[in-house]
T-cell receptor, first 113, second 116 residues
Framework: GEDVEQSLFLSVREGDSSVINCTYT??????LYWYKQEPGAGLQLLTYIFSNMDMKQDQRLTVLLNKKDKHLSLRIADTQTGDSAIYFCAAPADGGATNKLIFGTGTLLAVQP | KAGVTQTPRYLIKTRGQQVTLSCSPI?????VSWYQQTPGQGLQFLFEYFSETQRNKGNFPGRFSGRQFSNSRSEMNVSTLELGDSALYLC???????????????FGPGTRLTVL
């Protein structure tokens, strides 16, 4: 089945760019997600990318997908203190037949003022 | 439109007890999924209900069960609680069963369960 891995921690200074990385195992994943979790809150969908795309840009967010290496990254431009949170990448567990998602371990992003 | 609500937000139980958690999805959503979040295991899928039927189940013991009512509200139950059941339990609702970006899942704030 699908397995998703992420680095655990990233620290950046306010105004810098942040890059959060993720690897997955199931090459048949049709789309991949990035979620954000703030303290005491549930998960919020940030963005997603279809597997037939290499890149997707959405305001300050850029998602890069390398299908050959099964590597996904999320770049946050001009990182703000409000971006401090845990970021999860996720992939559908069964090709999207249901809503079941496999989540990575999460990357804690700490933004220093 | 109100978001996904979960009750209670916090719960403290002792080993051996049982607990019921509730999730009210966004109005019109028919799919409800449950996840367990712990520091050690991360986010793990428990089960998904669609139109009152369990459509998918994760790899959890039979002590974990759930159901969905005709109004799409869902409950999950954990019997004979163990210390390891301490976790944040999240539910997510969506309109359709099939996954995909067009069918965004909206997560509730979770119920923090502590087992002593």
């Amino acid at each position: 089945g699908e397995d998703v891995e992420q680095s655990l921690f990233l620290s950046v200074r306010e105004g810098d760019s942040s890059v959060i990385n993720c690897t997955y195992t199931d090459s048949s994943s049709t789309y991949l997600y990035w979620y954000k979790q703030e303290p005491g809150a549930g998960l919020q969908l940030l963005t997603y990318i279809f597997s037939n795309m290499d890149m997707k840009q959405d305001q300050r967010l850029t998602v890069l997908l390398n299908k050959k290496d099964k590597h996904l990254s999320l770049r946050i431009a001009d990182t703000q203190t409000g971006d401090s949170a845990i970021y999860f990448c996720a992939a559908p567990a069964d090709g999207g037949a249901t809503n079941k998602l496999i989540f990575g371990t999460g990357t804690l992003l700490a933004v220093q003022p | 439109k109100a978001g996904v609500t979960q009750t209670p937000r916090y719960l403290i139980k002792t080993r051996g007890q049982q607990v019921t958690l509730s999730c009210s999805p966004i109005s019109g959503h028919r799919s409800v999924s449950w996840y367990q979040q712990t520091p050690g295991q991360g986010l793990q899928f428990l089960f998904e209900y669609f139109s009152e039927t369990q459509r998918n189940k994760g790899n959890f013991p039979g002590r974990f069960s759930g159901r969905q009512f005709s109004n799409s509200r869902s409950e999950m139950n954990v019997s004979t609680l163990e210390l390891g059941d301490s976790a944040l339990y999240l539910c997510a609702s969506s309109f359709e069963l099939a996954g995909g970006p067009h069918n965004e899942q909206f997560f509730g704030p979770g119920t923090r369960l502590t087992v002593l």
